[in-house]
Antibody, heavy 120, light 107 residues
Framework: QVQLQESGPGLVKPSETLSTTCTVS????????WNWIRQSPGKGLEWIGY???????NYNPSLKSRVTISLDTSKNQFSLSLSSVTAADTAVYYC??????????????WGQGTLVSVSS | DIQMTQSPSSLSASVGDRVTITCRAS??????LNWYYQKPGKAPKLLIN???NLQSGVPPRFSGSGSGTDFTLTISSLQPEDFAAYYC?????????FGQGTKVDIK
């Protein structure tokens, strides 16, 4: 059974960089699309981007200038870095595995989420 | 970006009711449509992939239909554990986008 677990700082100061990591267990990171999604308090879901097991990335244009997603196959982890954060970046950050089923990518496995607050 | 619009935004229903949630895409997305449900404080869970493919372990009271721009999630007989928020998502084009959600609560 694949499991994902986020680890994050909890609190980040405005203008600094948010960094969070997702550890994958029960399966290899050398397949699938590895995604970050966030959910602001009381709001809906926003896809941030993915890294493919090949190393290729795809980011949401709304965040592209500030986002980097990286992969560490030796640790079975992938990471999110979001620079120049503001209060608007306060959210629960989820990692999720995207797999193709019947030709359509769906997010079948999610981490439990980590709340990151941006405040001085 | 492809905009996903769900209706209604919220609804109240009773156990045993038939519930229908719709999702409309701003352009055709073929069948590249997923449905998730989310309980408060929990991560979303994939219910249906590719517009109508029920995920393993999801009860058959859930069903999905549609293609192109208009999609429907139906719960044939609402159960107590189904009171949650439901989201549609398109993975036809990046950026992959979600609907704003439909909250189903107890009447």
């Amino acid at each position: 059974q694949v499991q994902l677990q986020e680890s994050g700082p909890g609190l980040v100061k405005p203008s600094e960089t948010l960094s969070t990591t997702c550890t994958v267990s029960g399966g290899s990171i050398r397949s699938s699309y590895w995604n970050w999604i966030r959910q602001s308090p009381g709001k809906g879901l926003e896809w941030i981007g993915y890294i493919h097991h090949s190393g290729s990335t795809n980011y949401n244009p709304s965040l592209k200038s500030r986002v980097t997603i990286s992969l560490d196959t030796s640790k079975n982890q992938f990471s999110l870095s979001l620079s120049s954060v503001t209060a608007a970046d306060t959210a629960v950050y989820y990692c999720a595995r995207g797999n193709m089923v019947e030709g359509v990518i769906g997010f079948g496995y999610w981490g439990q989420g980590t709340l990151v607050s941006v405040s001085s | 970006d492809i905009q996903m619009t769900q209706s209604p935004s919220s609804l109240s229903a009773s156990v045993g009711d038939r519930v229908t949630i719709t999702c409309r895409a701003s352009q055709s997305i073929s069948s590249y449509l997923n449905w998730y449900y989310q309980k408060p404080g929990k991560a979303p869970k994939l219910l249906i992939n590719g517009a109508f493919n029920l995920q393993s372990g999801v009860p058959p009271r859930f069903s999905g239909s549609g293609s192109g721009t208009d999609f429907t999630l139906t719960i044939s007989s609402l159960q107590p554990e189904d009171f949650a928020a439901y989201y549609c998502q398109q993975t036809y084009n990046t950026p992959w986008t979600f609907g704003q959600g439909t909250k189903v609560d107890i009447k």
